[in-house]
Nanobody, 121 residues
Framework: QVQLVESGGGLVQAGGSLRLSCAAV????????MGWYRQAPGKQRELVAA???????DYADSVKGRFTISRDNAKNTVYLQMHSLKPEDTAVYYC???????????????WGQGTQVTVSS
């Protein structure tokens, strides 16, 4: 039905930048919120940033001022621009979307496969 295809992870030195992309593909009627979560080894998955279809955004305190989430509604794509990366940003980053598949009346939570971001000191 709906798949989230992520790209853009990798290895970067501290202070560097990366841009993550996530495209929602499939039989989609509409998408409400989209966002990014991350999970470091031994830790719980946490919200990094999220955005609504109307453009409202929310960020974890740890990334405010460094990360920017944006969205292209026409392409069903969400981006995460990350600057001033720190070693503690190292994690698997997961895309999330609340989407309503064609033929459904309900919004369902969908997840991407995850992309590794590693920040070296």
């Amino acid at each position: 039905q709906v798949q989230l295809v992520e790209s853009g992870g990798g290895l970067v030195q501290a202070g560097g930048s990366l841009r993550l992309s996530c495209a929602a593909v499939g039989s989609i009627s509409s998408i409400s919120a989209m966002g990014w979560y991350r999970q470091a080894p031994g830790k719980q998955r946490e919200l990094v940033a999220a955005t609504t279809s109307g453009g409202s955004t929310d960020y974890a305190d740890s990334v405010k001022g460094r990360f920017t989430i944006s969205r292209d509604n026409a392409k069903n794509t969400v981006y995460l621009q990350m600057h001033s990366l720190k070693p503690e940003d190292t994690a698997v980053y997961y895309c999330n979307a609340q989407a309503r598949p064609n033929g459904s009346f309900l919004y369902t939570n969908f997840w991407g496969q995850g992309t590794q971001v590693t920040v070296s000191s």
